[in-house]
T-cell receptor, first 115, second 116 residues
Framework: DAKTTQPTSMDCAEGRAANLPCNHS???????VYWYRQIHSQGPQYIIH???NNETNEMASLIITEDRKSSTLILPHATLRDTAVYYC????????????????FGKGITLSVRP | SAVISQKPSRDICQRGTSLTIQCQVD?????MFWYRQQPGQSLTLIAT?????????ESGFVIDKFPISRPNLTFSTLTVSNMSPEDSSIYLC?????????????FGEGSRLTVL
């Protein structure tokens, strides 16, 4: 079973920030928070991940609460091409974890960016 | 990042037949994963494929139905055997990026299978 809960859907206006929440209250100390997205008819795309510090890359920012029980993915300037299903996933990180490196997908949140 | 190619990208098959899906990666990877995405659903992991050993299947998936080969570090196949309409799905191959600290996964574009 997925260890995360996300709202079913949300929308935002083009050019505005999209803030996607995720709850992971049972996260373990060695589990990372990962975000992927799936644009219609494509394979999932990695966005960002973090352990406990906030992270930022060219696609998004990840804000993790101090107790690590929740996080927020921020798309700073949403575009129409950001319309997708966004998956928040927790898993043990690192390349030596073998089968633990598999991803378990929940239902995700459908983000609709409107013009 | 790894570049993953899947073949076929889509196919229409008859009930009772089998189809083999190929996954080719442009770099050597240890772990390869096969996922299924049924219409309107999220992704479900079928099995983990290591080179040189038998695949490890998740609950609800068996080798007789989904045999997997992993002959080398850049290639894998998934066969969907004795197909029924319930097997109509997108099948995705993914690999772990060994250059990343967190080991993110990269996915192919998927193979869309329709069983009549």
């Amino acid at each position: 079973d997925a260890k995360t809960t996300q709202p079913t859907s949300m929308d935002c206006a083009e050019g505005r920030a999209a803030n996607l929440p995720c709850n992971h209250s049972t996260i373990s100390g060695n589990e990372y928070v990962y975000w992927y997205r799936q644009i219609h008819s494509q394979g999932p795309q990695y966005i960002i991940h973090g352990l406990k510090n906030n992270e930022t890359n060219e696609m998004a920012s990840l804000i993790i609460t101090e107790d690590r029980k929740s996080s927020t993915l921020i798309l700073p300037h949403a575009t129409l091409r950001d319309t997708a299903v966004y998956y928040c996933i927790v898993r043990v990180g690192g390349v030596l974890t073998g089968a633990n490196s598999k991803l378990t997908f929940g239902k995700g949140i459908t983000l609709s960016v409107r013009p | 990042s790894a570049v993953i190619s899947q073949k076929p990208s889509r196919d229409i098959c008859q009930r009772g037949t089998s189809l083999t899906i190929q996954c080719q990666v442009d770099s050597q990877v240890t772990m390869m994963f096969w996922y299924r995405q049924q219409p309107g659903q999220s992704l479900t992991l079928i099995a983990t494929a290591n080179q040189g050993s038998e695949a490890t299947y998740e609950s609800g998936f068996v080798i007789d139905k989904f045999p997997i080969s992993r002959p080398n570090l850049t290639f894998s196949t998934l066969t969907v055997s004795n197909m029924s309409p319930e097997d109509s799905s997108i099948y995705l191959c993914s690999v772990e990026d060994l250059t990343g600290i967190g080991g993110e996964l990269f996915f192919g574009e998927g193979s869309r299978l329709t069983v009549l």
